[in-house]
């Protein structure tokens, strides 16, 4: 089993930051691509970011290009998700998920169990 949490979100103003964070422990975690995702109230799960084994592929959807980085510390076995210039459309419950290639799909191995993020106006 690979388990993941996730910490860093809360309650942020409209234009400003938040870095999540996701450690992993029990297995390999340099073995793994990881992701993010988020789902707001009354909505699906969308996919956000995703950041292959090595760390020098990374992906993103179009809503947060070139104001979310995703990045990883493989010595640390932790993940992280940089998020600048927040709106209040990125207000969601923000999941960590592990899996074999780093692609929306096949991100769906192992889960966090979330952390609410919240965009004032």
């Known amino acids: 089993q690979l388990q993941l949490v996730e910490s860093g979100g809360g309650l942020v103003q409209a234009g400003g930051s938040l870095r999540l964070s996701c450690a992993a422990s029990?297995?390999?975690?340099?073995?793994?691509?990881m992701g993010w995702f988020r789902q707001a109230p009354g909505k699906e799960r969308e996919f956000v970011a995703a950041?292959?084994?090595?760390?020098?592929?990374?992906y993103y959807t179009d809503s947060v290009k070139g104001r979310f980085t995703i990045s990883r510390d493989n010595a640390k076995n932790t993940v992280y998700l940089q998020m600048n210039s927040l709106k209040p459309e990125d207000t969601a419950v923000y999941y960590c998920?592990?899996?074999?290639?780093?692609?929306?799909?096949?991100?769906?191995?192992?889960w966090g169990q979330g952390t609410q993020v919240t965009v004032s106006l």
């Open positions: 998920a592990a899996g074999q290639v780093p692609s929306p799909r096949s991100l769906s191995d192992y």
């Open positions: 950041i292959n084994w090595r760390g020098d592929n990374t």
């Open positions: 029990g297995r390999a975690f340099s073995g793994y691509a």
